[in-house]
């Protein structure tokens, strides 16, 4: 074959691979931002979900529930996942924006876990004690059953649903000054590991290397710990629903991927990352 035929031939292929990628269709990205109490739970969907569908771009980060909420006010991302329900303000500033009070879904359940150090001896806290020791009343574990220790408080930032959910249904009041706060849950299971006399709450998925505290509704109640069977029956006395926000009704892609999360597949990793499932 001449050279010139050659590429010739050649140019063609080119031209011809150029032509078959311009028309090809993009690959659909979807932005999902918010709950850090979700973080792990939304990247395995998204990693599992990804390989069955390659046509389809998952990126999740966290940044709390408020960061969440605000990024789909903004625009700035297409799923905000919350580990608390949107505040009517921000729902108004949804419609005031978009023209829609944007779409509520349940995707999962939590536990918060009240984590203690494994040499703490005390094993069970009543709700009540709960708000004392997080308002800064009670100060030492002597008065909770255990050692003459000051008791050194964990929590997290404010940007966080799961700090919103806690003061709310648990301290029921404002935090003490002296709690520390933290940027997320593995955070303040780190610092509670590390310290003796040290207090947090959190996800129940992410309670490795600290001591799950039983929690009591009260004095005359027993306590329990999160699992499927306290969560499903409501013993455990600080469970919630795991939330996606949207702007709008789902269609496309987003749709099936949402689909999905709450179908059989998408639901038996919730119980695989240590959550609870809505079905």
Excluded at 49 to 55: A, D, F, L, T, V
Excluded at 102 to 127: F, Q, W
Excluded at 235 to 257: A, D, F, H, Q, V
Aim: with cysteine; glycine share 10%.
């Amino acid at each position: 074959m001449k050279r010139s035929n050659i590429i010739t031939t050649m140019a063609g292929v080119i031209l011809l691979a150029m032509i078959t990628f311009a028309f090809m269709p993009a690959p659909k990205k979807i932005t999902i931002k918010g709950s850090d109490t979700m973080v792990i739970l939304a990247q395995k969907w998204a990693e599992v979900y990804m390989k069955s569908h390659p046509e389809v771009t998952l990126q999740v980060t966290g940044g709390g529930s408020g960061t969440g909420i605000s990024a789909l006010i903004n625009g700035a991302t297409d799923i905000c996942n919350s580990s608390r329900p949107m505040k009517q303000s921000e729902i108004d500033k949804l419609k005031e924006r978009y023209g829609s009070l944007g779409v509520e879904i349940r995707c999962a359940k939590d536990g918060i876990t009240v984590y203690l150090n494994e040499s703490n001896p005390v094993n069970e806290l009543t709700i009540k004690q709960l708000s004392g020791i997080y308002t800064g009343k009670i100060k030492s574990w002597k008065e909770v059953g255990g050692p003459d220790e000051a008791i050194k408080l964990y929590g997290r930032e404010n940007s966080s649903g799961t700090y919103v959910f806690f003061q709310e249904n648990v301290v029921k009041g404002d935090y003490a000054a002296s709690c520390q706060t933290l940027p997320g849950t593995s955070a303040v299971v780190n610092a509670v590991k590390n310290d003796k006399f040290g207090i947090g709450y959190g996800g129940a998925a992410y309670a490795k290397g600290v001591k799950h505290c039983l929690v009591k509704k009260d004095d005359k109640t027993p306590g329990y710990t999160a699992s499927a069977e306290t969560i499903k029956n409501g013993t455990y006395p600080i469970s919630r629903y795991l939330y996606m926000y949207l702007r709008n009704r789902p269609t496309g892609e987003m749709k099936s991927y949402i689909d999905w999360i709450l179908g059989p597949e998408g639901q038996k990793l919730v119980v695989d990352q240590g959550y609870f499932p809505v079905k």
